[in-house]
């Protein structure tokens, strides 16, 4: 299993990023997906995700309205779609799977910061 995520840059405040995880190793569609950061100094947090099977997505209250999940299950892709960044949005983001009984795992992250 493995999970490689990309797209984080510096940013100015307002500005949007769309982030990539592309999977490999397990049936992409199958279970559930999701974004987390993490803020230096704190812990790391959800901020959207999938549930399994092609379920719903949902968010995080700070991601309602600016950030937008997706998937394209024929390359095997989870993306983040953020727009109107705030600084407080700078972190580390990571993909995730949780794969029930087969564990879970998680991509290296990617770094996101904005700043002006």
């Known amino acids: 299993v493995q999970l490689v995520a990309s797209g984080g840059a510096l940013v100015q405040p307002g500005g949007s990023l769309r982030l990539s995880c592309v999977a490999s190793g397990f049936t992409f569609s199958r279970y559930e997906m999701r974004w987390y950061r993490q803020a230096p100094g704190k812990a790391r947090e959800l901020v959207a995700g999938f549930t399994s099977a092609g379920g719903r997505a949902n968010y995080a209250d700070y991601a309602k309205g600016r950030f937008t999940i997706s998937r394209d299950v024929a390359k095997n892709t989870l993306y983040l779609q953020m727009n109107s960044l705030k600084p407080e949005d700078t972190a580390v983001y990571y993909c995730?799977?949780?794969?029930?009984?087969?564990?879970?795992?998680w991509g290296q992250g990617t770094q996101v910061t904005v700043s002006s």
């Open positions: 995730y799977v949780d794969r029930g009984f087969r564990g879970d795992s």
